[in-house]
């Protein structure tokens, strides 16, 4: 337990959230000095990375729970606290900036009903808010948040999962092997079809989740093998991802790329002992970005420095979200967890 314990899951999460952050202050701020670097950014690749964790992780906390109850209660604690303040807070404060008077704000039909919509995690039925960033490139108030909804539905189909494999008397690789293919199929058809908005999410995403559990379930097994497996894991996803642009092999490559990615270079070991910044940096950089753009900062300041102080202001607020929000919440195993990594 202690070497699956000792990983760089925390690294490689921030990793991949201030991917997606880079990402969105690009495609959003329209600074023309910062297109070239767009192709750097791969929100598809750092989503896809925070899915097999989630697979890995999930598994992890399910079997170390006690109950069914304990499990989601865990997991509604780690996430609804603060992506319930950042729903509220933007749809409350936004008003100020909103084209329309406080009363009319408050009483337009819109409000609610993305008020509704995002606090069901059903972000894309309501992203904008009446009067707010309609002359911004996009007016979604955090279209970061899509993938909420996909981590939430991960939680509820775990225990399924375990159900099916238990009580069917079917083994994890077998169910394994069914949903990756079935999730790959939906994934390509709807691409095929010029719909990659559908095809990234449920069932499209499952691959990459079930990859992770897998990956738990069999620790002992791709620890023993992981030099001699991520040779050709590198191989077959460089030909799908950079040559033949496929998406056959590449959740399985991808998915053993990040396994050892969190299990070598053990420096990295303790990058969390400070706290986890990570799911801040995700749900609070978008609307930040959107204001500065609001605002024109890039365009009457420095875009870098503008950048940088966007950068700063999220890992600040990121940094206080886990401090004096969101680690209230969790197990204490976690916490105890955290009490270890900071004397470490």
Request: include cysteine; glycine fraction near 4%.
């Amino acid at each position: 337990m202690k070497k699956i314990n000792s990983n760089n899951f925390d690294f490689l999460r921030v990793v991949f959230a201030f991917t997606v952050c880079f990402a969105h202050l690009i495609e959003l701020s329209q600074v023309e000095i910062f297109q070239d670097y767009a192709k750097l950014f791969n929100t598809r690749l750092a989503i896809n990375g925070f899915f097999v964790i989630s697979g890995f992780l999930i598994a992890k906390s399910y079997e170390n729970s006690h109950s069914l109850r304990s499990y989601i209660i865990k997991r509604v604690k780690r996430i609804v606290p603060a992506y319930l303040f950042v729903i509220l807070f933007c749809a409350l404060f936004f008003s100020v900036i909103s084209t329309f008077s406080v009363g009319d704000y408050f009483l337009n039909k819109q409000f609610w009903k993305y008020l509704l919509a995002n606090l069901t995690f059903q972000n894309y039925i309501e992203p904008c808010l009446p009067g707010v960033f309609g002359g911004n490139t996009l007016c979604a108030v955090n279209g970061a948040l899509w993938t909420i909804k996909i981590e939430e539905a991960f939680y509820l189909l775990l225990p399924l999962f375990y159900w099916i494999t238990k009580s069917k008397k079917n083994k994890i690789h077998v169910f394994g092997v069914i949903v990756y293919l079935l999730s790959v199929l939906y994934f390509n058809y709807f691409l095929s079809i010029d719909l990659y908005r559908i095809a990234k999410q449920l069932p499209g995403a499952l691959a990459f989740f079930m990859c992770g559990i897998v990956l738990y379930k069999n620790f002992n097994f791709f620890i023993k093998w992981k030099h001699h497996i991520i040779l050709p894991c590198l191989l077959l996803f460089f030909l799908e991802q950079y040559v033949f642009n496929t998406h056959v092999f590449k959740p399985v490559a991808y998915s053993f790329m990040v396994f050892y990615m969190a299990y070598n270079f053990k420096f990295l070991n303790h990058f969390g002992k400070y706290g986890d910044i990570t799911y801040g940096v995700y749900i609070y950089h978008f609307p930040i970005i959107q204001v500065s753009v609001f605002y024109g900062l890039f365009q009457v300041y420095n875009p870098l420095l503008v950048s940088v102080l966007i950068i700063l202001l999220v890992v600040i607020l990121a940094t206080l979200s886990w401090h004096f929000l969101e680690l209230r919440y969790l197990s204490k195993g976690r916490k105890e967890r955290q009490r270890k990594l900071l004397s470490s």
